[in-house]
């Protein structure tokens, strides 16, 4: 079976720390595109960052970048300088069809 | 331009009625996607449409679920006889014309959240 695998349901961080979001994934294909999305409390859904699996280069986005081990099959997703407005579900996916129960994490000042 | 909606934003209805929810793409969006998202889980995918493509169901729990889009664009998915486990967060989504397995962003609307009681 293809999964998408978020091992912390849960995680708690206070303003301006690092935090790392883990998500590991089974696949059998070369090339595929990798995604971080946000879930707010106002259900809204909205991408953070995106990884094509040809590239071996980690994509960033301002405050978050991924951490793309491709043998390992893993794509976590750092937060920097973590903000109350971080505060949300966060969901890892393998294309469009395929996501994670995703990682509710918690940012407190 | 506008987002995708989708409505009603909540629906209760009772055990064995049918319902339907709507979704409106972003215009020009010619992948749209359903999901269903119940409490404490991930998104479930339930059905994919690509353009004039015939629909991939393969997500679709059972046959009390169906789902159509008319002139590539509006989407209603239909849910027969709701039991109480279909009680979820039901999320639409919309993307450029790349496949469920390209690069493209989807769009996602605000859902609705269906209680059957």
């Known amino acids: 079976a293809q999964t998408v695998t978020q091992s912390q349901p849960e995680m708690s961080v206070q303003e301006a720390e690092t935090v790392t979001l883990s998500c590991t994934y089974d696949?059998?294909?070369?090339?595929?595109?990798l995604f971080w999305y946000k879930q707010p409390p106002s259900r809204q859904m909205i991408l953070v960052i995106r990884?094509?699996?040809?590239?071996?280069q980690n994509a960033t986005e301002n405050r978050f970048s991924v951490n793309f081990q491709k043998a390992a099959k893993s794509f976590s997703l750092k937060i920097s300088d973590s903000q109350l407005g971080d505060t949300a579900m966060y969901f890892c996916?393998?294309?469009?069809?395929?996501f994670g129960k995703g990682t509710t994490l918690s940012v407190s000042s | 331009g506008a987002g995708v909606s989708q409505s009603p934003s909540n629906k209760v209805t009772e055990k064995g009625k049918d319902v339907e929810l709507r979704c409106d793409p972003i215009?020009?969006?010619?992948?749209l996607y359903w999901y269903r998202q119940s409490l404490g889980q991930g998104l479930e995918f339930l059905i994919y449409?690509?353009?004039?493509?015939?629909?991939?169901k393969s997500g679709l729990p059972s046959d009390r679920f169906s789902a159509e889009r008319t002139g590539g664009s509006v989407s209603t998915l239909t849910i027969q006889r709701t039991q109480q486990e279909d009680s979820a967060v039901y999320l639409c989504?919309?993307?450029?014309?790349?496949?469920?397995?390209?690069?493209?962003?989807?769009?996602f609307g605000p859902g609705t959240r269906l209680t059957v009681t």
């Open positions: 696949t059998s294909e070369n090339n595929y595109y």
């Open positions: 215009s020009g969006h010619t992948a």
């Open positions: 990884q094509e699996a040809y590239k071996q």
């Open positions: 989504a919309s993307s450029l014309d790349r496949g469920w397995t390209g690069p493209s962003e989807q769009y």
């Open positions: 996916a393998r294309t469009a069809l395929i």
């Open positions: 449409f690509q353009g004039n493509s015939a629909p991939d």
